[in-house]
């Protein structure tokens, strides 16, 4: 059995779920520069072990872990948390950044798309929390990042389910955050507003206005993360915005949403796009 902590006593450990692209892969990256050792998690094998060999050649000394799982299974957080007891692996960064969204009119969409968006960006980001918090606050130290969105900040027509999970994130982050901190152990809420990954390929409607990269994110993540703070907005252009939502009625804040998520022909055929 092999103990990490043994073998590079100085590397933190970070586990991060969506780790195969997008924002997920930019903090993979981002914290094998700040020489962490890493436990990679999301679905495709073939990208996570093509990233892991990457990373092991470009920061020699760290040591980087695939585990295989597919977060829409009820079971498939204990199974991570029992792989990474096995290994004897102590995380002191839980990342929760797997997630997805769907769009159209909510009668729509498959009961079992939205079922799935549910356990993926909640469900599952719960039970990992539950599963790793418990031994940072033994130790004192390490934290959550948990992947929220600017959709959490108000109600999104068409994509009612998605912004409700993200709201749930916020707030539940941000709760946590306020019971742990005072034990040592951070936890962030990270709110992209609309990012060029491949979240656009599977059924969400093509971001309009300013889009951000995955390094801009991940660097306003970070810094948060540093500075101990229990939420952020990545970028001005989205801080404002969410600033503007705050100051108008509820209501048309939603309804401007929207207004700006309507569906329209494509979407009203009920065939979203499946990865
Ligand atoms: N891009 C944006 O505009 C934006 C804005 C706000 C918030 N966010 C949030 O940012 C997070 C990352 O998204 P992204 O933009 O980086 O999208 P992405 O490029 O599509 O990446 C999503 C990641 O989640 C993983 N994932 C999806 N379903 C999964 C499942 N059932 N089980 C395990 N892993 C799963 C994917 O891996 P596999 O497919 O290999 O499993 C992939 O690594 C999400 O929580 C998203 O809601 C994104």
Not at 31 to 60: Q, S
Not at 76 to 95: G, S, T
Not at 186 to 211: K, Q, S
Not at 232 to 260: E, H, M
Request: charged share 20%; proline share 6%.
């Amino acid at each position: 059995m092999t103990n990490i902590a043994a073998v590079s006593p100085k590397h933190p450990i970070a586990l991060i779920t969506g780790a195969s692209a997008g924002i997920g892969l930019e903090f993979a990256k981002r914290l094998a520069e700040r020489h962490y050792d890493l436990i990679l998690t999301a679905r495709r094998r073939d990208r996570l072990d093509e990233l892991a060999t990457r990373l092991r050649a470009e920061h020699g000394g760290i040591r980087v872990e695939v585990i295989v799982a597919d977060l829409a299974d009820p079971a498939a957080p204990e199974a991570i948390a029992a792989e990474v007891r096995r290994l004897e692996i102590d995380v002191d960064l839980l990342v929760n950044n797997a997630g997805f969204g769907t769009h159209g009119r909510f009668e729509t969409l498959p009961p079992e798309r939205e079922r799935g968006e549910i356990a993926v960006n909640v469900a599952a980001l719960v039970a990992l929390t539950h599963a790793f918090l418990p031994g940072m606050l033994e130790r004192g130290h390490g934290g959550v990042i948990n992947v929220a969105s600017t959709a959490a900040f108000q109600p999104v027509p068409y994509m009612a389910v998605y912004a409700a999970t993200k709201a749930f994130v916020r707030s539940f982050s941000e709760a946590l955050h306020e019971e742990v901190s005072v034990r040592g152990v951070r936890v962030l809420a990270l709110c992209p507003g609309p990012t060029a990954t491949e979240f656009f390929d599977t059924n969400v409607a093509a971001p309009r206005g300013p889009i951000r990269t995955v390094r801009d994110v991940v660097t306003s993540g970070l810094r948060a993360y540093d500075a101990g703070a229990p939420v952020v907005i990545d970028g001005l252009s989205n801080q404002v915005l969410i600033a503007f939502a705050n100051l108008i009625p509820r209501r048309w804040a939603t309804r401007i949403a929207g207004k700006i998520m309507h569906p329209g022909k494509a979407t009203d055929a009920g065939e979203p796009l499946q990865r």
